[in-house]
């Protein structure tokens, strides 16, 4: 199931006797536990009955032992079991023994008053354990993986009505673009934006555009935008406000030239006839990066791209050889990719 449908059951007071959560997505992981303890279990009952193991020191015979004992003066018994190391195809070698079996007995016949949670925090487990499959099979389950093009949108969304407010596709396009696909920043963000335009409103384009902390990616984009649209004031001025902000001519070259590569990789991929799936695969991106590079990359032909490099490249040996300054060098470079677009028009 998915992490929003999960939080929201948890709010209503809805649980299940078991789950798991598997994935290195840290954020996600967190956010469910933290849903866990405030929605299952009070205040003056966590002392006595909220449970924290450690699977690299305890053993999950000793867990479901501490599951299948009554909680103490309360309704019920909330037991996180972390790093379930023994769920990998390769556990690490520990003094501590697991008897996973036991486990698997227990999720047959779980207890009444127990929410067990076991999190496997890692990219992948073994599949084709018999405790694997059971759990998958009888656990509420949760892949807390980094978000996917197609659900970023909703958590966005939702995101945005937990904090009690309101926003339209076109923000939540920009916000992506702007700071990525990074939960933990997703909501760090919309905090800010909430207590700015205030509980029950919306946020305005102009509110994101003043307020949201562009990650490095984003302001690299934003000058190969500059550079798209032949608007040589805007680029210059993105450059100015970065410089500000202490960011070094010589890394802003890089990130800009990541980008012209990643744009030059998508168009040649594109030609083989790649899927935007397969690119971001390909590439290892995320698929809406790898979706903004398709929409980028059709701006410029393949001799552009390359000249771009070039002319970047050219300008870092310049600089790191002390041949120019480095503002005015950039500047000039700037210059230049701008030009020949527009001989190219």
């Not at 032992?65 to 103490?72: G, L, N």
């Not at 993986?145 to 970023?152: D, T």
């Not at 990074?182 to 994101?208: C, F, P, W």
Request: one cysteine or more.
């Amino acid at each position: 199931m998915s992490y929003i449908t999960i939080i929201e059951e948890m709010k209503k007071k809805k649980f299940a006797p078991v789950y798991y959560f598997h994935g290195s997505e840290t954020y996600m992981v967190e956010a469910l536990k933290q849903a866990l303890i405030t929605n299952g279990i009070e205040q003056d009952e966590r002392e006595t009955n909220l449970s924290i193991y450690d699977l690299e020191e305890t053993a999950i015979q000793e867990i479901i032992s501490d599951a299948e004992t009554f909680p103490f003066l309360g309704d019920r018994k909330l037991i996180f079991a972390s790093n379930a190391d023994f769920l990998r195809a390769k556990p690490a070698k520990t003094e501590i023994i697991h008897h996973p079996e036991v486990l698997v007995n227990y999720l047959d016949n779980p207890a009444p008053y127990s929410i067990l949670i076991v999190i496997a925090p890692y990219d992948k487990v073994d599949e084709r354990k018999k405790v694997v499959k059971k759990l998958k099979k009888v656990a509420k389950t949760v892949a807390c993986e980094p978000l996917k093009e197609w659900n970023i949108k909703e958590v966005i969304q939702k995101v945005a009505e937990e904090h009690g407010v309101r926003i339209s596709d076109e923000v939540i396009d920009y916000f992506i673009s702007e700071i990525g696909t990074n939960l933990m920043i997703i909501h760090s963000e919309m905090k800010k934006l909430a207590l700015y335009v205030g509980e029950g409103n919306t946020i305005r384009m102009q509110d994101a555009e003043i307020l949201l902390s562009s990650q490095e990616n984003s302001s690299a984009l934003k000058l190969v935008d500059a550079i798209m649209a032949n608007n040589l004031a805007k680029a210059i001025d993105i450059t100015k406000d970065l410089e500000k902000m202490n960011e070094d001519p010589i890394a802003l070259i890089s990130l800009v030239a990541s980008q012209f590569r990643s744009l030059l990789h998508v168009k040649l991929l594109k030609e083989q006839g790649y899927t935007q799936q397969q690119m971001a695969g390909q590439l290892k991106i995320h698929p809406y990066v790898a979706k903004l590079a398709m929409t980028r990359q059709t701006k410029f032909s393949t001799n552009e791209l390359k000249e771009a490099i070039n002319l970047l490249t050219e300008t870092d040996v310049q600089i790191k050889t002390g041949k120019m300054e480095k503002s005015l060098a950039f500047e000039l470079l700037l210059y230049q990719l701008i030009k020949k677009r527009q001989t190219l028009i």
